[in-house]
């Protein structure tokens, strides 16, 4: 992960080619700040015979003691490193994560052992060599995220190759604070590329290029240390038109960027106090700048955090200003792949160079036609035939009320007073957005409301799954027993649990049926007598299997199942409607599926529909959709629902939609997303999990359940001390803390679980963040509940490290 040191200023120097001088320039700027300071060069990997190696060049003209230069990785071979790896007949190849984690260690040492220094770590060959295992430089050391200085490229063909290797790392999100070049009389490239880059705002740096190497070597040695002296130019020395072409310009650029980048930092969090207003934040008890998370960038699985004093027990090595924290609630549930995921990136630059943004109504473009096949070929197959594209969960689950209210109220026939009573069927502590009308579909106590909300519906207390002292159990609401209070029912197994079509025939399917059968009734009598405090009930809305905001409430789906049988029974007692027939059509009442957060392999499932075996009229998904890159959500619908707005007059029409609907980044990101998900499906990581969990291909992945997280340690953590449940589907780790009170108000799971935001250090530590830094975990808790939450490809070790963490400070608290 990016390291920052107050007193070590580093550059990673990056070529726009092969062959641009990159060395040259980069002996010019180690001889420019030796002149004030302590110098260290880092060759991550050399090819080719030692004579001409770039440490020893360095060595031999860096001018100075202060400059110590090494190297890495060494091969003979004058290839690629790919190619010099593969020729060594070495054992094994260095991965990235090793070459990665290699430089961090050398940075760390560096920075120890100097009061004050500069650094710069030059790159093999173009911005896209390959590293030793293959992968392009710039995607390896993308999890280093060090200040890049660029060499541009003087010859023929120079311009454009030096905007592309700019254009290569700016979409990676590297910060680029110069870029330096030779002049070419001929070529005149450095006349072109300093006015490009001065309108972006990058500073260029051009200087004479070396004279020819001369045959012999005491010779050669003299005219190569005239021309450094010569364009690393004493501070007060020529002042004439050559003066700004001094390399001490340049690093005076560079230590400028670096004092720049301290001071925006340092100053983040009293701005940010000052100006912004968070959500889901109470302003009242933020106590002072420390409290303000400053994320300086994020890759993987990470944030990398600004922490000016690093902890008292830190060694000198740990002393960045930059601290690694694993994102476990993968930044609100949205992260697919984890950060800056380069495919998704390119997509979104892709269709942002080709299209920007176009008008949707009565128009296509080849983004969001290929999403919505591919939503209604996915997770909607065998059921959906229309996809409406919006702007986020919240708004997908308004444009999917408005679709139910509607197809509902042309069935019935309801007149302008019916239609201000209808309400929805759903569950207690129900979620689905902070829209007004999102928030009108939950009940009226709930936590995320406002003062015009107005709750419309009924909501039932549904029985919630969890495993509790190594066991799973079934816990019923009092309303199902009414003199026995809440009663837990022991399960065989978590899948005997999500065997749904295995227990329909069970007591407690029969009891579960009679409920909600029960309440229907109750409600149909009241409104036909009168009762104006009733709604009709025009669709039924539910999270399938977790509601997410709600608590990490794992729902039975045993009952939710029930739920959708009852009300497409379309019995009228129960104020239910018939269907008019066809697998196209809709019964007893619009069902939708509000599969935000746990759609699209979130809980190891694409969708939850065949797993319940019951599959929705309607369904929303956002979120991991688009990677957590860009916002979108694509509501689902039967034609039986579509059918339902058509007209001749467009009042008939679905009136709804924004200026940025379907807007063509973020479907392009969204197919993207998907593909990517479908190679991850059969990747060896979901094959480890599943075996785990003893769970068979992936072809059976509708009808069974597991988790990234490891069993033993779910069921251990489940009998810790403190620990009331836990559980576990897919991404997500819910640990339930005891707390009397408990509620979304409380504070005991932040409590038991603040010591996760500390360095965790010992013997034993599983060290798994980019460039192998200790680092702390960022959390998010739902009163006492803390939930922990993985990409669809966070590693193994990753995972087992976060284990790790978890446990111990279980074991601290209890």
Excluded at 71 to 82: E, K
Excluded at 454 to 479: F, M, N
Excluded at 538 to 546: H, I, S, T
Aim: glycine share 10%.
């Amino acid at each position: 992960m990016s390291l920052l040191f107050k007193h070590l200023r580093a550059h990673q120097v990056f070529g726009a080619n092969t062959d641009v001088g990159k060395t040259i320039i980069t002996t010019a700027l180690v001889r420019a700040s030796a002149r004030s300071t302590n110098v260290h060069y880092l060759k991550p990997v050399s090819t080719g015979p030692l004579d001409d190696a770039d440490d020893k060049h360095i060595k031999r003209y860096a001018g100075s003691r202060r400059v110590q230069a090494d190297c890495l990785f060494r091969y003979d071979d004058p290839v690629s490193p790919h190619l010099a790896a593969q020729l060594s007949q070495r054992p094994s190849t260095p991965s990235d994560e090793t070459l990665v984690n290699t430089i961090a260690n050398y940075i760390r040492r560096s920075a120890a052992a100097s009061q004050g220094a500069h650094m710069y770590i030059e790159t093999a060959g173009g911005v896209h060599s390959p590293t030793l295992s293959g992968t392009t430089q710039a995607e390896a050391y993308r999890a280093l995220f060090l200040p890049t200085v660029l060499i541009g490229d003087s010859r023929l063909g120079g311009i454009s190759t030096t905007i592309t290797a700019y254009e290569a790392l700016l979409l990676r999100g590297y910060i680029i604070d110069a870029v330096l070049l030779f002049r070419d009389a001929y070529y005149r490239n450095s006349e072109y590329l300093t006015p490009y880059f001065a309108e972006k705002g990058v500073w260029v740096g051009t200087f004479d290029p070396p004279p020819p190497k001369a045959a012999n070597d005491q010779e050669n040695f003299a005219i190569t240390e005239k021309y450094y002296d010569r364009i690393v130019l004493p501070r007060n020395g020529n002042q004439g038109k050559d003066a700004v072409d001094s390399v001490l310009h340049a690093v005076d650029h560079l230590d400028k960027c670096h004092a720049a980048r301290l001071a925006e930092l340092e100053s983040m969090p009293r701005r940010t106090l000052d100006t912004v207003w968070w959500p889901f934040v109470q302003h009242g008890l933020v106590k002072g700048e420390t409290n303000v998370t400053v994320i300086d960038s994020a890759y993987s699985d990470f944030f990398s955090v600004y922490k000016p004093s690093p902890s008292p027990s830190a060694s000198p090595q740990d002393a960045s200003l930059l601290t690694p924290q694993f994102d476990s609630s993968a930044s609100w549930w949205t992260q697919t792949f984890g950060h800056a995921y380069t495919p998704l990136t390119l997509a979104a630059a892709r269709a942002a160079g080709r299209y920007g943004h176009v008008m949707f109504p009565q128009a296509t473009h080849l983004p969001a036609l290929r999403l919505c096949e591919g939503l209604v070929q996915g997770p909607g197959r065998g059921w959906a035939k229309r996809a409406f594209i919006s702007d986020n969960g919240s708004t997908g689950m308004e444009v999917a009320l408005k679709m139910a209210l509607r197809a509902f109220t042309r069935r019935v026939r309801a007149d302008r007073e019916g239609k201000e009573r209808l309400g929805v069927l759903g569950l207690t502590g129900s979620y689905h957005g902070d829209t007004i009308g999102a928030m009108d579909a939950c009940e009226a106590d709930g936590v995320y409301t406002c003062e015009w909300h107005d709750a419309k519906g009924v909501w039932l207390e549904p029985p919630t799954v969890a495993i509790r002292q190594g066991e799973v159990y079934i816990s019923l609401p009092p309303a199902l027993h009414p003199e026995e209070g809440r009663v837990d029912v022991r399960a065989d197994s978590l899948q005997r649990v999500y065997d749904v079509q295995g227990r329909l025939d069970s007591s407690l399917a029969r009891l579960y049926r009679g409920y909600v059968e029960g309440v229907l009734k109750g409600l149909e009598e009241r409104r036909r007598g009168g009762d104006v405090s009733v709604p009709r009930l025009a669709a039924l809305v539910l999270e399938p299997l977790v509601m997410g905001a709600g608590g990490m409430r794992f729902v039975d789906p045993l009952f939710q199942r029930v739920m959708v049988d009852v009300v497409r029974s379309g019995k009228e007692e129960l104020g239910l409607v018939p269907g008019k027939g066809g697998e196209d059509d809709w019964r007893g009442l619009p069902v939708i599926y509000d599969e935000v957060f746990v759609g699209l392999y979130r809980l190891g499932l694409e969708s939850a529909g065949p797993l319940l075996g019951a599959y929705p009229d309607i369904g929303v998904n956002a979120k991991v959709l688009t990677g957590g890159l860009v916002p979108l959500a694509v509501t689902l619908a039967k034609q039986g629902i579509f059918e339902a707005f058509w007209g001749s007059g467009k009042e008939s029409a679905l009136l709804h939609g924004h200026s940025y609907s379907a807007h063509a980044v973020g479907c392009e990101v969204a197919v993207e997303a998907l593909k990517e998900i479908q190679r991850m499906r059969g990747s060896g990581t979901w094959k480890e999990a599943r075996e785990r969990w003893e769970v068979g291909p992936t072809e059976d992945e509708g009808k069974s359940v597991w988790s990234f997280w490891d069993p033993d340690f779910v069921k251990a953590v489940s009998c810790a001390k403190g620990v009331e449940e836990v559980m576990t589907l897919g991404c997500v780790l819910a640990i339930k803390v005891k707390d009397d009170a408990g509620g979304y108000t409380s504070h005991s799971a932040n409590k038991t679980f603040a010591s996760l935001k500390d360095i965790l250090r010992g013997e034993n530590t599983i060290s798994a963040a980019p460039g192998g830094a200790p680092y702390e975990v960022h959390y998010r808790t739902l009163g006492n509940v803390a939930y922990f939450m993985t990409s669809l490809n966070t590693k193994p070790e990753v995972i087992r490290s976060v284990e790790d963490r978890i446990w111990r400070v279980l074991e601290q608290s209890g």
